[in-house]
């Protein structure tokens, strides 16, 4: 049973019971409709309350059934709404904690609702996409007005039930002390015998002059919903259930939220909204792995990363111990932690409180018997591996057993790394990504070694952390900068066959991306690509870079934090400014190797950067460097700015379909740097068998 039935005196009590929100799934939907005929059956039963079990009223759709045959099994959730609005005897949605979605479009169908204080009410299927396709688009107007039902199915955002207190949503809000159950029975057998039953459907929207307001809103929010039609489509339907009759209005909302389904954006949010809830799992460390406590963590250097570092741990309230080499190091680090907090209080997001409270946990040493006692260690010392080898043997002596050594290498061999211990089952990468107290990414690197219950531990404390996890398995540049590197070299290439910094950022970023890969280089520095180039060369010899970015670097061009870089910058303004010397150096270098340059289409520059993109990841998914192509999918998402309208690289090369991909490589691979295209084998499986990276 998901839904439980119990009869109160004179009041059937159904109870939704499907953990952990009560999503309104097909056992779900089903057992509720038994209910109310059951109660309907009863002679004895005047009044029907429906509630939800534990944490919830009802979350909405049960997110399982998303995409299945399930989700349109009758009885459907339009069917069991119909039935609770067209019973005979009334019934009362008895609202707690959490009423969203279809949850909150099932109570709108109950000819009462009575609820808690502090209970979220929301209909948030805007964030995946969609719009409230059960009558929430003509109900909500109906009891809120349509400004405020507005507002909240086109952001989706929660409201407390306390603030509707008073709106013709509730017919009561209980005292926070009251007891749910019995005080809805109470008001059931109070109302058990009033006719006729009140129903949403036959209220009025009334708004003077709606006309105005409707053709104002939908201003505001096309220019506010960029690539995605669906806020614009809650709009359109909000605005029927002014100027159209109910059912009319339910047509209306059915076919928009037909059509809404069916587009790639709603199916990129919905993919992505997946994706992150699977990233968490990995096959060989079941749900139940024990972790082990994070109550105090330590990070060593205290740069860039470091300090970033350190406030998503202070942001969490665990206590943090910052080691450094030197005084100067330490006190310039802990200053730029508290005035990263004193910004954000400037900005009203953090009160003296709070900002207290956090720098109270953070404190500085240059002593490692200092953090010997911390559960977690983290090093953000220079990308060196020499450097890296003295933290380590360090971190060995003095750290206590069972504490996790995790390192922020970008590039390095974590398996070297943890070779300098003597507990590489320890041993992790947690690569953040910059700067690390805003960004959403957290690659976890599980090296050969790495103990089950260590990944368990940094894949919970990613979650603390507020963080997406995504486990990525060892080799240089893990997921995200190996593939990076295909993008960047492609753009470099681009450079010496026609293209200029302005053209190809310009695609790029009409493409969905924040910034194309020259501002982003600016805003990075170029000189750490540079660093990383002149390691390759010698190690790599094989791989080929286009020489511009060392040419621009030669130049002392290293980008914003130089004033100069791809772009001209100006004091106080990130605007970038294309600069002529720059331009001249490129058209140069095409001469200097002889290649004529061409005109070359946004749409080459876009497919030659993403497809580079799409074809490592491939490889990276057939080594089994990463679980599964919607993990690829994540840390794009999440950690490099890719367009969420379009899912993700791997999401994206499904749409566009893999035959096309293969083919578009196919003919690069025949122009200038054609070396650089090799098909992987696995684009190429997939591509013949019709199939998709994420199908
Ligand atoms: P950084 O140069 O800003 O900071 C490094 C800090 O480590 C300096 O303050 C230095 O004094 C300190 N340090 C050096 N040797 C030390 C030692 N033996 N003991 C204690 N402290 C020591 O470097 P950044 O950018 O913070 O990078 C740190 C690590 O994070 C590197 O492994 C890097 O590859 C990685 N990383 C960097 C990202 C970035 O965007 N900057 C992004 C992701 C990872």
């Known amino acids: ?32 409709v038994k209910g109310i005929q059951q109660a309907l059956a009863d002679d004895a039963v005047k009044a029907i309350v429906i509630t939800g079990a534990g944490k919830a009223f009802s979350g909405g759709a049960d997110i ?77 107007p109906r009891v809120l007005g349509l400004e405020m039902a507005l507002n909240m199915i086109v952001s989706g955002t929660p409201v407390l039930s306390d603030k509707l207190a008073g709106t013709a949503l509730f017919d009561q809000v209980f005292a926070a002390d009251a007891d749910l159950v019995s005080s809805a029975v109470a008001f059931a057998e109070k109302i058990a015998d009033a006719r006729p039953l009140p129903k949403v459907r036959d209220r009025k929207v009334d708004y003077p002059n709606h006309e105005a307001f409707l053709q104002f809103s939908r201003n505001t929010v096309k220019a506010m919903s960029g690539p995605f039609p669906a806020p614009l489509e809650c ?11 109910f059912e009319d209005g339910m047509k209306f909302e059915r076919e928009r939220f037909l059509h809404l389904i ?20 990995v096959p060989d460390v079941p749900a139940d792995t024990p972790t082990r406590a994070i109550k105090q963590a330590a990070v060593i250097g205290a740069g860039t990363m470091g300090g970033g570092i350190a406030m998503n741990f202070l942001n969490a309230g665990i206590p943090v111990v910052m080691l450094e080499t030197k005084q100067e190091a330490l006190d310039k680090g802990l200053a730029t932690i508290r005035k990263n907090y ?17 720098m109270a946990l953070v404190s500085g040493t240059l002593a490692y018997e200092d953090i010997g006692q911390a559960d ?146 600016d805003l990075a520095g170029n000189d750490i690509g540079w660093a990383i180039r002149k390691r390759r060369y010698v190690e790599k010899p094989e791989i080929s870079y286009s020489r511009t970015a060392d040419l621009l670097c030669e130049m002392g061009r290293f980008g914003q934090k130089t004033g100069a870089g791809w772009y001209d910058y100006k004091a106080g303004d990130r605007k970038a400014y294309s600069n002529e010397q720059v331009n001249a150096m490129i058209v140069q270098h095409s001469a200097d190797i002889g290649v004529a340059r061409r005109k070359i289409s946004d749409q080459e520059i876009v497919e030659r950067l993403v497809y580079s993109m799409v074809n490592e990841a491939a490889h990276i998914l057939e080594e089994g460097i990463a679980l599964r192509a919607s993990d690829i999918d994540m840390v794009y998402l999440t ?53 998709g990276f994420n199908s």
């Not at 609702?113 to 209909?123: D, E, K, T, Y």
Request: charged share 20%.
């Open 1 to 32: 049973m998901t839904a439980e039935y119990q009869v109160h005196g004179t009041v059937a009590v159904i109870t939704l019971n499907n953990p952990p929100v009560n999503g309104l799934g097909l056992a779900t939907r089903t057992a509720a």
């Open 64 to 140: 399982k059934e998303f995409n299945s045959p399930k989700a349109l099994t009758e009885p459907s959730l339009h069917t069991l709404i119909a039935t609770a609005e067209s019973s005979t005897k009334p019934v009362v949605a008895a609202i707690h904690t959490v009423c969203m979605g279809g949850g909150l479009e099932l109570s709108l169908g109950c000819h009462y609702r009575v609820a808690m204080p502090g209970a979220q009410i929301a209909l948030p299927e805007v964030k995946l996409g969609l719009l409230p396709g059960a009558g929430g688009t003509q109900r909500l």
């Open 235 to 245: 709009v359109e339907t909000v605005a029927a259930s002014v100027t159209m009759k």
């Open 262 to 281: 069916q587009t790639t954006e709603s199916k990129a949010l919905r993919h992505a909204f997946f994706a992150e809830r699977v990233a968490s799992k």
């Open 342 to 358: 004193e910004n954000t209080m400037k900005k009203g997001k953090l009160t003296q409180e709070k900002f207290d409270q956090r």
């Open 376 to 521: 977690i260690v983290v090093e953000a010392v220079f990308e060196d591996m020499g450097v890296k080898e003295t933290v380590f043997r360090k971190l060995d002596e003095v750290m206590k057993p069972g504490a996790i050594l995790a390192s922020n290498t970008s590039t390095l061999d974590l398996n070297q790394i943890a070779g300098f211990t003597k507990r590489p089952q320890d041993v992790i990468g947690t690569h953040f990504f910059s700067p690390a107290n805003v960004m959403k990414l957290l690659e976890i690197v599980r090296g050969a070694q790495t103990g089950k219950d260590v990944l368990a531990t940094a894949l919970a404390l990613s979650k603390k952390l507020k963080k997406t996890g995504v486990v990525s398995g060892v080799c240089d540049g893990f997921i995200g900068n190996r593939m990076i590197e295909q993008y960047s070299r492609q753009a470099g290439f681009l450079l010496e066959e026609g293209a200029l910094p302005e053209q190809v950022d310009k695609a790029v970023e009409k493409f969905g991306f924040a910034m194309g890969p020259f501002r982003m280089g």
């Open 639 to 691: 950690g490099y700015g890719f367009p969420l309208f379009r899912g993700g690289p791997m999401f994206y090369a499904d749409t566009v379909g893999l035959p096309n991909v293969l083919a578009a490589i196919n003919k690069y691979a025949l122009g200038h740097q054609g070396g650089a295209w090799k098909p992987a084998p696995l684009l190429v499986k997939l591509a013949e068998e019709g199939k």
